[in-house]
C-alpha cells in the first residue's frame, strides 16, 4: 500500500542537509518515490492508500545502530556501576549459565525497546545471535546479525588464563556459518548476516582467520570490538607480541568492509593502523562515559576513518547516544562547537548505512531510497518551541516522542507503540527470565561478579 505522510518538517539528511518545511514524502513498494514542499507533492500524488497527516511533526531518517548486543540488557542494573570488570566478571561468565530462551526473551525487549526510539537498523553481535532472527522477521526491524564467536575457555577466562581450543574454533565456525547460510537475505533483505569474532583477548589468530576466509566465501562483512581498554593491550601483547590493531589487522580483521566497535584506548601508532585499514569504528559514547572513557572521535574524523554510532548496551533509548557523541566530543576536546546537531544526526543515520556498505539504500530521506523513517511529535513538552527542528530532536527528544516508525515502507510503530509485538509482554518476559538467569549465575559464582 503506497503512503503519504503531509504537512510535516522532514529532516533530510542528504548532502545538502534539507530541512524541509510543510513536507511531504510519499511511499510506495518500500521505497520513498517523492517528497518536497506538500501542496507539490499532493498534485503528484492524488490517490495514496492511505494518507497520514504530520502536522506538528517531524519526519527524519531511522537511526541505525551499529554496535549493540541486545540480550546484553540482562546486566541492566548490574554492570553500570561495576567498570571494565564488568566485561570478564559478567559478561563472559553469564555465557555459562544463560539459556537460549533467555537470552531471546532478553533481547526481544531491546530490538522493541529501539524500534520505540527510532532505530530501523541495528548491528547486532551475541554469543547465540540467530536465537533472535525469527522475532527480527515478525518485528519488522532491519538488523545485521553475527554470532559472536570466540574460542577461549570462559571459566579459565575469569582466572586471567587463556586457553584457546580447536575444538571449540571449528564449532564456533560452523555456528556462525550455519546462521548465515539459513538467514542472509531473509526478511525480504532486513535480515543480513555477518561474522563477528568476538574480542582481541578472547579470540584465537585461527578463529580471526576462518572468519575472514568465510566471509570472503559467503560475501559477508565483519565487526569485532577492539581499543576498550589498557589491559587489552596488556594480554594481546603478552599473547601475541603486538597491540590489539595490529593483531587484528594480521589476521585479517582490519578492512574496509569491518566495522570496529569503540577505540577509545589509542595512541598515534594504533590511529594510524586503524586509518589505513580503511575499517569503520562504531563510536559507543554513552556506554564509553557510563566506563569513565570518551573515544578521540575528532582524531579518527581528522584521519578519515569513517565513524558511526553505536548503543552497545544496557541502554534503550538511542536518542540519549546521540547526545551523547556531542557532548563527550565537546568535553574531549574543550571545544564547545567541536560536533554540531547536525554532524551527530549525520553520525547516527548517514555514518552507521556506510558502515553497513548501505549508503544507497538507506541513512536519509531520498527519492529511491527505504524508506527507513521516524515520525517524532513536536507538539508536547520538551520540543517547543522549535526554532531549529535539527538540535530539538537532537539536544532534546527522547524515545517517548517517536509516534510512528517505518522500515521498508511499512508501519512497524504507530501511536508510539510496537505493532508486531506486545511492548508489556516482551518487558514481563524479560523480567522473568532475567531473574531466572541471575539466581543461576550468583549460584555458581558467590555474587553479581565472577571475578
Known amino acids: 500500500m503506497s503512503v503519504l505522510i503531509t504537512n510535516a518538517t522532514l529532516i533530510t539528511v542528504d548532502d545538502d542537509d534539507r530541512v524541509i518545511e510543510d513536507g511531504a514524502i ?146 564456533e565456525v560452523k555456528h556462525a556459518v550455519e546462521f548465515a547460510e539459513t538467514w542472509h537475505g531473509r526478511a525480504d533483505g532486513r535480515i543480513t548476516v555477518m561474522m563477528a569474532p568476538n574480542m582481541t583477548i578472547n579470540v584465537s589468530p585461527e578463529l580471526l582467520r576462518a572468519s575472514r576466509r568465510e566471509a570472503d566465501r559467503l560475501g559477508l562483512r565483519l565487526t569485532s570490538h577492539c581499543g576498550w581498554g589498557e589491559e587489552e593491550y596488556d594480554i594481546v601483547s603478552e599473547l601475541h607480541g603486538v597491540s590489539p590493531f595490529e593483531y587484528l589487522r594480521d589476521n585479517g580483521l582490519l578492512a574496509p568492509d569491518t566495522v570496529i566497535a569503540h577505540g577509545y584506548v589509542t595512541d598515534e601508532h594504533n590511529t594510524d593502523v586503524f586509518a589505513h585499514s580503511g575499517a569503520c569504528l562504531a563510536h559507543c559514547p554513552l556506554m564509553n562515559a557510563t566506563r569513565g572513557q570518551i573515544a578521540p572521535l575528532l582524531d579518527y574524523q581528522k584521519r578519515g576513518i569513517p565513524v558511526s554510532l553505536g548503543i552497545d548496551n544496557m541502554y534503550g533509548d538511542y536518542f540519549e547516544v546521540v547526545r551523547a557523541a556531542v557532548l563527550m566530543a565537546r568535553i574531549k576536546s574543550a571545544d564547545a562547537t567541536a560536533i554540531l546537531a547536525a554532524d551527530a544526526l549525520r553520525l547516527a543515520t548517514m555514518g552507521g548505512a556506510r558502515a553497513l556498505g548501505m549508503e544507497d539504500e538507506i541513512g536519509s530521506l531520498e527519492i529511491g531510497k527505504r524508506a527507513d523513517l521516524m515520525m517524532v511529535d513536536y507538539g508536547t513538552f520538551g520540543l517547543r518551541p522549535t526554532l531549529d527542528p535539527v538540535q530539538n530532536l537532537v539536544y532534546h527528544a527522547h524515545a517517548s516522542n517517536v509516534e510512528l516508525v517505518m522500515v521498508d515502507g511499512r508501519i512497524v510503530v504507530e501511536e508510539h507503540g510496537l505493532v508486531h509485538a506486545d511492548g508489556r509482554e516482551l518487558a514481563a518476559s524479560a523480567e522473568s527470565n532475567a531473574q531466572e538467569a541471575w539466581g543461576r549465575f550468583v549460584a555458581k559464582y558467590g555474587g553479581i561478579a565472577a571475578r
Open 26 to 171: 510519499a511511499i510506495d513498494d518500500g521505497r520513498i518515490t517523492d517528497l518536497g514542499a506538500t501542496p507539490e507533492v499532493l498534485v503528484r500524488n492524488p490517490a495514496p492508500g492511505r494518507t497520514i497527516d504530520g502536522a506538528g511533526r517531524v519526519v527524519a531518517p531511522g537511526f541505525i545502530s551499529t554496535h549493540t548486543h541486545v540480550g546484553y540488557t540482562i546486566f541492566r542494573g548490574r554492570a553500570e556501576d561495576h567498570g571494565l570488570n564488568c566485561v570478564v566478571g559478567m559478561y563472559i561468565p553469564m555465557n555459562t549459565v544463560l539459556q537460549r530462551e533467555e537470552r531471546c526473551a532478553v533481547g526481544s525487549l531491546t530490538y522493541g525497546e529501539l524500534l520505540r526510539s527510532g532505530v530501523t537498523t541495528v548491528l547486532e553481535m551475541e554469543e547465540d545471535a540467530d536465537v533472535y532472527a525469527p522475532f527480527v522477521e515478525r518485528l519488522g526491524i532491519r538488523s545485521a546479525m553475527g554470532i559472536m564467536t570466540s574460542d577461549a575457555d570462559a571459566d579459565a577466562f575469569t582466572r586471567g588464563e587463556y586457553v584457546f581450543d580447536p575444538k571449540v574454533t571449528e564449532a
